[in-house]
């Protein structure tokens, strides 16, 4: 079992980063170990890598003035490549790296290789900068490229996380708010919801806008219509075919993402009613389906793009050894009114 100096710092000391032939005398190891560790190579013993890292988390890493610097890249990570939304971000970061000569690699929290983690498959590329978008990075992944100087900023974050990074998000609560007033204005009192992920940040404040828009308008929340989604397709139907269902169902749903919304139409279509006269939809996001659904979709729209160039933006600013401020940005939603909203029925006859 390899050995770690973990001898406590003097009172209000600041520990110095060390060099790889420190960490290697410090762990015990050799240099070529320590490197093997610092470059995330996989052929290291797990409890050889768990040493190094502990005194990296400790004291820090500091390159060798000969040691080569970051590759000129900036890495995606999403938590999923499927839809457009991906697209969105690619497009953003993109624009920024071609200004700086960058490439772009593009990674999938879901997909690794055998006997690699995430932070390992970052370490061997180098990159420049990270950017996490939609994603649970744990602690200590977070750590782990903070420990090699490597600058991570998170968009649109799925939780809340200890690590101080900076965050690039979108009016989540008030796209809720807005979405939720524009179906009060036009005389709907059975409003449902099909929710994102509640232990995500933007599920849960989006939820909270509806729940603000009601309250303000004095029309009394009914749990039965508000239903716990995962920003699929499938949960959407099968949520809509249930509200429908009800006794006294709603007049309209806001889905708190435009996949969810596809569910919505779907179910519409199956009960034998027509949008916007029979049911009013809104959802969130503003992906390019929106606009081609029949009737085209009234939704919030997210600046998916502008925070994907903001994001890298300010990695680009930190890989420079500059000041961020503010650390945290959150760009404006926008409602987009379409055809897939109107009064309810009761109202206009």
Known sequence: MTSVDDSPLADGARPEPLTIAQLAERAGVSVATVSKVVNGRADVAVDTREAVEQLIRRYGYRRQKKAAGPAPMLE????????????????????????????????????????????ERILARRPLGVIAV????????????????????????????????????????????????????????????????????AGRARLDGYRAALDMAGVPRDDSLVRTGDFYTDTGLSHTRDLLRLPD??????????????????????????????????????????TWLAPPLTTVRQPLTEMAATAATMAVTLARGETLSPRRIELTTELVVRNSTAPPASAAR
């Open 76 to 119: 995606l990570v999403f938590h999923e490549l499927a839809g457009p939304y991906p697209v969105e971000i690619i497009k953003g970061v993109q624009r920024v790296a071609h200004e700086h000569s960058l490439a772009v690699a593009v990674a999938e929290l879901g997909l690794q290789a055998p006997g690699r983690g995430l932070t």
């Open 134 to 201: 939609f994603s649970a990075l744990t602690d200590e992944q977070v750590s782990q490229l903070h420990a090699r100087d490597i600058p991570l900023v998170l968009v649109d974050p799925a939780r809340d996380s200890e690590a101080d990074c900076p965050v690039v998000g979108a009016g989540n609560w008030s796209g809720g708010l807005s979405a939720t007033r524009h179906l009060l204005q036009l005389g709907h009192r059975r409003i449902a919801t099909i929710t994102g992920p509640p232990h995500t940040i």
């Open 249 to 290: 169902p709603p007049t309209a749903v806001f889905a708190c993402n435009d996949g969810t919304a596809l569910g919505v139409y779907r179910a519409a279509a199956e009960a034998g009613l027509r949008i916007p006269d029979d049911l009013s939809v809104v959802a969130f996001d503003d992906l390019f389906p929106s």
